[in-house]
């Protein structure tokens, strides 16, 4: 079965640090590009982060000082490190790539960034 899974989020304070994992099956990461999204409860889905094949990453600017995505391809996983979180950074995050034609996402996981 070919999924992604995320997971790590929960409550943090402001200022705090979080890491999220994004684990794969049936799918070899390294050899896709992979993102990070975000989705607050009114917003659309938003792309923040890519990590390319080749290894080499893009941020969005409102993140890129704060966050920093890695892959381990002996896991099969992606990381997302956070820090510095404010309460901008509390909706769902998703992990996706496409495969094949299949886009595939995980379920999310929820950060929430509350004192």
């Known amino acids: 079965q070919v999924q992604l899974v995320e997971s790590g989020g929960g409550l943090v304070q402001p200022g705090g640090s979080l890491r999220l994992s994004c684990a794969a099956s049936?799918?070899?990461?390294?050899?896709?590009?992979m993102h990070w999204y975000r989705q607050g409860p009114e917003n659309q889905r938003e792309l923040f982060a890519n990590i390319f094949s080749d290894g080499a990453k893009n941020y969005l600017d409102a993140v890129k000082d704060r966050f920093t995505a890695s892959r381990d391809n002996a896991k099969n996983t992606m990381y997302l490190h956070m820090h510095d979180l404010n309460p901008e950074d509390t909706p769902v995050y998703y992990c996706?790539?496409?495969?094949?034609?299949?886009?595939?996402w995980g379920q999310g996981t929820k950060v929430t960034v509350s004192s």
């Open positions: 996706h790539t496409v495969y094949g034609t299949q886009n595939l």
């Open positions: 049936g799918v070899n990461i390294s050899l896709y590009t």
